[in-house]
């Protein structure tokens, strides 16, 4: 019998499981109560509810000050952590409540933890999931970028995995696109297999955007609402040449990137340029730069996609989304949730699939996607307490 790497197989019984994620925008948890059933490449996933818990303000903007000055003194550090924890348990205990459900309930909660940097093979996903473990009474599975990071990988993304589970074709050619703060998409070429599957991070997707925004308005939401605003804008053209200079850009995959990076590619561009420009030609311009990345990456592949499915907040920008229209032509742009899963909700549900293959013990990394060089295990179990 030939080994699967990646498992396969009959299947453990179903199991209940929170995947609770925050990307790196940064605006709260998004829990996903996701029942999984089945083992390996045969997994599948039901989602039950979806919540979604803002940060408190203070909170968020302790993580953009660590964020962006790439240091901190210990003390709030720790302090971050405890409150992240605390807004973690919270956001899974208020979607188990809204379920009519209680921890005992949940097979584990699938925790990913803040990202406060990532320069692979160096990543910190900020989380205590021994307090996690006890505000919500389960197990907890975090920590899920170390082990292919260990393995020689990038530590992301590993969002293809689920990708693979929830949307592959047996004919269509399809990429998956997540546009959060950094956007990253998934090839699924029809009728692959795992070790088919190509993914990485195109570059930004709102986080210029957003630090232009807490920049401009430093008390307000620290996003630009559905594109309003960039929609008034007019693309700086002289600009965009500069960002795409960016070594990033041009590096094959597999890749990765974090929003600092990003931040700062738009920074130099516009010091090397030595203009001020109104505000919504700079959104308009960071918009125009996240939709120019993702559609190079798109035309890269071979065969051509049949569809481009989108997630994330940035379908809510209009900007961005007219902007990535325009060079795809007639490629069908679709959205996961007329595939029947929300889109604010398809990265959580991703860590709960992760976190079930944890828990059987079996690989869920893509070296293909990550660049590892081998199958790994990922995330550490934090038992019930």
């Not at 996933?45 to 803002?54: E, G, I, M, N």
């Not at 949730?337 to 059987?360: C, H, N, R, Y």
């Amino acid at each position: 019998m030939v080994n699967d790497p990646f498992g396969g197989g009959a299947g453990p019984r179903d199991r209940l499981i929170a995947g609770a994620m925050s990307g790196t925008s940064a605006d709260g948890v998004d829990v996903a109560l996701v029942n999984v059933s089945g083992s390996g490449a045969n997994l599948s996933a039901k989602l039950l509810r979806h919540f979604h818990q803002p940060y408190p303000p203070d909170l968020r903007q302790a993580i953009f000050r660590v964020r962006e000055s790439g240091s901190v003194e210990l003390s709030v550090l720790a302090r971050i952590g405890r409150d992240l924890s605390l807004a973690y348990a919270l956001a899974v205990n208020e979607a188990l409540m809204t379920a009519g459900l209680r921890g005992a309930d949940l097979a584990a909660v699938a925790a990913h933890g803040q990202t406060l940097f990532h320069e692979p093979p160096s990543t910190i996903q900020w989380l205590d999931p021994a307090l996690v473990a006890a505000e919500v009474g389960c197990t907890v599975v975090s920590d899920f970028r170390r082990a292919d990071c260990a393995a020689g990988g990038q530590g992301a993304p590993l969002v293809p995995f689920a990708d693979y589970i929830l949307f592959r074709d047996p004919l269509k050619d399809r990429v998956l696109l997540n546009i959060g703060g950094i956007a990253n998409l998934t090839y699924l070429p029809g009728g692959g297999h795992l070790e088919h599957v190509v993914a990485f991070d195109t570059g930004p997707g709102n986080c210029i955007s957003d630090h232009l925004m807490r920049l401009y308005d430093p008390a307000g939401s620290g996003f630009d609402k559905d594109g309003a605003i960039a929609c008034r804008g007019a693309p700086i053209y002289s600009l965009v040449p500069l960002m795409l200079s960016s070594p990033y850009f041009s590096k094959p995959a597999p890749k990765s990137t974090d929003g600092p990076a990003m931040v700062e590619v738009f920074r130099q561009a516009y010091v090397q340029i030595g203009r001020k420009f109104p505000f919504e030609n700079l959104l308009k311009t960071a918009c125009l730069l996240t939709a120019t990345t993702i559609a190079d990456a798109v035309r890269q592949f071979d065969p051509f996609p049949n569809e481009l499915i989108v997630s994330g907040g940035g379908v809510k920008n209009q900007a961005i989304m007219e902007l990535l229209r325009q060079p795809l032509g007639d490629l069908p742009v679709l959205t996961t949730d007329e595939l029947g899963v929300p889109g604010q909700a398809k990265e959580a549900i991703a860590f709960a699939i992760l976190a079930s293959a944890t828990l059987d013990g079996q690989p869920s990394n893509l070296p293909s996607a990550t660049g590892a060089r081998r199958p790994v295990v990922l995330g550490s179990v934090t038992p019930k307490p």
